[in-house]
């Protein structure tokens, strides 16, 4: 009889120790892959997880996310000619952790949609999905952007959860994020009035209008600039996102009060290094384009 290198029965049984783990965890309803993509930004679905230390707004440039959308859909933004596509937009209202990571899908009830229709043309206005492609990750359900903002962020924030609606990417962010941000946010239509609220006192198009940098698809605009510009409104240093050289995201942070605060994922590296780690020294600020994909939908920017 012949009999296999000691090695290889080794790995063997570790290869069968780690299926059958994998199998308790689908038993027990974990979702691996949901804990996976969580990443350090926080646990999976339905968790308890510990209070967040500071709340993070990111705002989305729509000038250089719609250049990347491929086709229009009746939740897509970029495809509607509004006139908020010429400013940030809200991506979501965060609760983060100081070490870097979040929570997300929080305990609580699923989201609904009646509880936020007062401030559904608010919302279509300046938090509207910017693609047609997101669903919520949390919970196994499915749903669009505001719902999983919510879920990631409301959980956290008041213990509930997840919502359904046909309005666009909100329906993921009351999933995802809103649902962590207990015990400051408990409900879910005090979380996207909350992010309205702070999103209009501290109007970013308007401050770096007014500091020169305007949309524009032709011009470049220093990356210090546009930082010392926030930071003199608001005296606290943003964080900037680019993609191709052009701004993709700024983030605002705020202390739980919702007085500003600087954007520092890690303590020993300068704030200004953190803001500017994917963005070149020169940006641009591009303005939406009318784009063949969409004449069909006869849409006009």
Avoid at 74 to 87: P, V
Avoid at 113 to 135: A, F, H, M, Q, R
């Amino acid at each position: 009889m012949a009999f296999l290198p000691i090695q290889i029965v080794v790995l063997m049984q570790l290869l069968m120790i780690l299926v059958a783990s994998l199998c308790l965890m689908k038993i027990n309803g974990v979702d691996l892959g949901e804990e996976l993509t969580g990443g350090v930004h926080g646990g999976g679905s339905g968790q308890e997880q510990r209070e967040f230390d500071y709340f993070k707004l990111a705002l989305q440039w729509p000038g250089t996310i719609c250049q990347g959308n491929h086709r229009c859909c009746a939740s897509n933004g970029c495809c509607q000619g509004s006139n908020s596509l010429s400013e940030f937009t809200i991506h979501g209202l965060w609760p983060d952790y100081n070490d870097g990571s979040w929570p997300s899908c929080c305990n609580g009830p699923r989201y609904d949609s009646k509880e936020i229709s007062t401030l559904t043309d608010v919302l279509k206005k300046y938090w509207p999905s910017l693609s047609c492609s997101k669903s919520s990750t949390c919970h196994g359900g499915k749903g669009t952007f505001w719902a999983h903002e919510f879920h990631h962020i409301a959980l956290t924030c008041f213990l509930s959860a997840g919502f359904v609606v046909e309005l666009g990417d909100n329906c993921l962010q009351w999933e995802k994020h809103g649902t962590c941000c207990s015990p400051v946010i408990r409900d879910e239509y005090s979380y996207f009035l909350t992010a309205i609220n702070v999103y209009s006192k501290h109007n970013v198009t308007q401050v770096l209008n007014e500091a020169g940098y305007l949309p524009s698809n032709s011009e470049k605009y220093p990356l210090g600039g546009i930082i010392a510009a926030i930071q003199n409104a608001f005296h606290a240093t943003p964080e900037l996102q680019c993609k191709g050289g052009a701004v993709e995201e700024l983030h605002l942070c705020f202390f739980k009060d919702f007085k500003p605060r600087d954007c520092i994922s890690e303590p020993h590296i300068e704030s200004y290094l953190v803001a500017s780690s994917s963005c070149p020294k020169y940006v641009s600020l591009p303005d939406v384009q009318a784009s063949s994909r969409y004449a069909d939908t006869r849409v006009a920017f």
